[in-house]
């Protein structure tokens, strides 16, 4: 038996059991152990579990609780180069997982200490500017965030909703206005709102990567 992507799991598995598979077959929990990691990842957003939580997951949903058969799958999913975990096995995920963010960790830090040569119109210029035409007044941590946006080549903008995030960007584009520029979320909606504050057309991540 092989996790199979594309299959939800209990229609897999019932055919994998009603082919003669046990209850308690290694490749049974090895199956689970992968399809548990990846519904993680791209449901959740999660690359890594801890042990008890992914343990109690394969009791809950296999109905087994065979602690040595358990362990056997772990280690040879290990051996097999699918599965990685910290030297305290407090984090545990695919191999694959840790590869990807490691990767994307390697290009941020390349992105984020290469020479900045991107310009820009003076900030508090462009803040004054559209807040005399919205008559509106942008906070101390937006005109922040505005500045750390397009002082650095990579910056990541968090906050609750309402904060203004879309309007720190909206401003930091203003800034750059000779230049081009892709705007993507992960939802349609979401596009479309940056859309609407920018004036230029957002789409998926999905979308933009065809």
Not at 17 to 22: A, D, P, R, S, W
Not at 73 to 81: C, I, N, S, T
Not at 153 to 159: F, K, M, P
Request: one cysteine or more.
């Amino acid at each position: 038996i092989e996790y199979a992507d594309g299959f939800g799991w209990k229609k897999a598995d019932d055919l994998a059991l009603n082919t003669g598979l046990g209850l308690n077959d290694v490749r049974r929990i090895k199956a689970y152990i992968k399809h548990y990691f990846n519904e993680l990842a791209y449901v959740k957003g999660c690359s890594w579990s801890t042990v008890p939580e992914m343990v109690s997951s394969i009791y809950e949903t296999l109905e087994m609780d065979d602690d040595e058969i358990i362990r056997q799958a772990m280690y040879e999913l290990h051996e097999e180069g699918e599965l990685w975990w910290t030297d305290d096995k407090k984090k545990i995920g695919l191999q694959k997982m840790f590869n990807l963010e490691k990767e994307i960790s390697e290009h941020l830090k390349r992105l984020a200490s290469s020479e900045k040569k991107v310009p820009y119109l003076p900030v508090e210029s462009v803040i004054k500017d559209v807040e005399a035409e919205h008559k509106i007044e942008y906070t101390i941590e937006q005109r922040d965030a505005v500045a750390k946006v397009l002082e650095n080549q990579v910056c990541i903008l968090t906050g609750g909703s309402g904060t203004g995030k879309t309007s720190v960007v909206a401003l930091a584009l203003k800034a750059l206005n000779t230049l081009n520029f892709a705007q993507t979320a992960l939802s349609g909606r979401a596009a479309s709102r940056l859309g609407e504050v920018t004036n230029s057309a957002g789409e998926t991540i999905h979308r933009l990567l065809g």
